[in-house]
Nanobody, 115 residues
């Protein structure tokens, strides 16, 4: 049974930093692509950043220059380093892993940025 588990969320003041982690487990296959999405209350889930197994990255325009995605292929773990956080970054952050031909989601981790 594949599991995708996020950690690292919390409460931070505007301008601060947080690092989210996400680990995929329960399979002998490696994740081809891992990504972060976020969903604020009452809003749709938005793409944040993605990284391929070879290290190619892509970011949403609203996080460029502030967030950095990275991954540890040996452990199928992806990280999201978030800096210069703003109150509008407040959301539940979800990790997504594409393993084989299937997409797996984590349960989400809450990030709250106070003004």
């Amino acid at each position: 049974q594949v599991q995708v588990v996020e950690s690292g969320g919390g409460l931070v003041q505007a301008g601060g930093s947080l690092r989210l982690s996400c680990a995929a487990s329960g399979t002998t296959l490696s994740a081809n692509v891992m990504a972060w999405y976020r969903q604020a209350p009452g809003k749709q889930r938005d793409f944040v950043a993605t990284i391929t197994r070879s290290g190619g990255t892509n970011y949403a325009a609203f996080v460029k220059g502030r967030f950095t995605i990275s991954r540890d292929n040996a452990n199928d773990t992806v990280y999201l380093q978030m800096s210069s956080l703003k109150p509008e970054d407040t959301a539940v952050y979800y990790c997504n892993a594409i393993i084989g031909l299937r997409s797996y989601w984590g349960q989400g981790t809450q990030v709250t940025v106070s003004s």
